[in-house]
């Protein structure tokens, strides 16, 4: 079992700033060249979207197109959290953000073994 908990939402304006982190917990997996971490969002009356994800051996990250340049996913190993930098946030970045993790070959929402609870990021004037 892994528990995630996710922190860092807020209300922030637009061309505003946050980090979303997530601390990790339960089995190891630092050894485990599959598993991978990330964020996923899901906006009201919409479907959740992949965000950002990063592979836990190794660090490749992947980041969806419209996040990339903007968002930035990062971990500590030594701390076992994973980070998601967002940057030039925009109102439509607006949604409860999910902590994902996997150790499956894709990260898509049904490949997803573990969820945190979310949290709420708010782009507004």
């Known amino acids: 079992q892994v528990q995630l908990a996710e922190s860092g939402g807020g209300l922030v304006q637009p061309g505003g700033s946050l980090r979303l982190s997530c601390a990790a917990s339960?089995?190891?997996?630092?050894?485990?060249?599959?598993?991978?971490m990330g964020w996923f969002r899901q906006a009201p009356g919409k479907e959740r979207e992949f965000v950002a994800n990063?592979?836990?051996?190794?660090?490749?990250?992947y980041h969806a197109d419209s996040v990339k340049g903007r968002f930035t996913i990062s971990r500590d190993n030594v701390k076992n959290t994973l980070y998601l930098q967002m940057n030039s946030l925009k109102p439509e970045d607006t949604a409860v953000y999910y902590c994902?993790?996997?150790?499956?070959?894709?990260?898509?929402?049904?490949?997803?073994?573990?969820w945190g609870q979310g949290t709420q990021v708010t782009v507004s004037s």
């Open positions: 994902a993790a996997s150790s499956r070959a894709n990260f898509r929402v049904d490949d997803i073994d573990y």
């Open positions: 339960g089995r190891t997996f630092s050894r485990d060249f599959n598993f991978k």
């Open positions: 990063i592979r836990w051996y190794g660090g490749w990250t």
